[in-house]
């Protein structure tokens, strides 16, 4: 399985960013869950933004009004707009697929690519 992250880079507080993922080497008819966390240094890797089973669309208190998680055109391209940037947001993003959701929650995928570094300024 391999991942492209793309989309990061460096803002102003208050600027936007989209970041976009495409997953390929699964097989085909291969259905996975995909989602975004990020990782700041010295911290904990967080849950940013996800698709629930349910198609609802979950993201972390920290973001919510803020980003918007979409599917792209294709099944397997995932993007999160990011609006209203903080400082706080400054991390690396991740995109990892699992194939099982509650893995992928629990952030044990294994397949995490080298994300896009997001560094938002005062």
């Known amino acids: 399985v391999q991942l492209v992250v793309s989309g990061g880079g460096s803002v102003q507080s208050g600027g936007s960013l989209t970041l976009s993922c495409v997953a390929s080497g699964y097989s085909d008819g291969t259905k996975y869950h995909m989602g975004w966390f990020r990782q700041a240094p010295g911290k904990e890797r967080e849950r940013v933004a996800f698709?629930?089973?349910?198609?609802?669309?979950n993201y972390a208190d920290s973001v919510k009004g803020r980003f918007t998680i979409s599917q792209g055109n294709s099944n397997n391209t995932l993007h999160l707009l990011m609006n209203n940037l903080k400082p706080e947001d400054t991390a690396m993003y991740f995109c990892p697929p699992d194939v099982r959701f509650d893995q992928l929650w629990a952030g044990l995928g294994s397949y995490w690519g080298q994300g896009t570094q997001v560094t938002v300024s005062s």
């Open positions: 698709f629930l089973s349910d198609g609802y669309a």
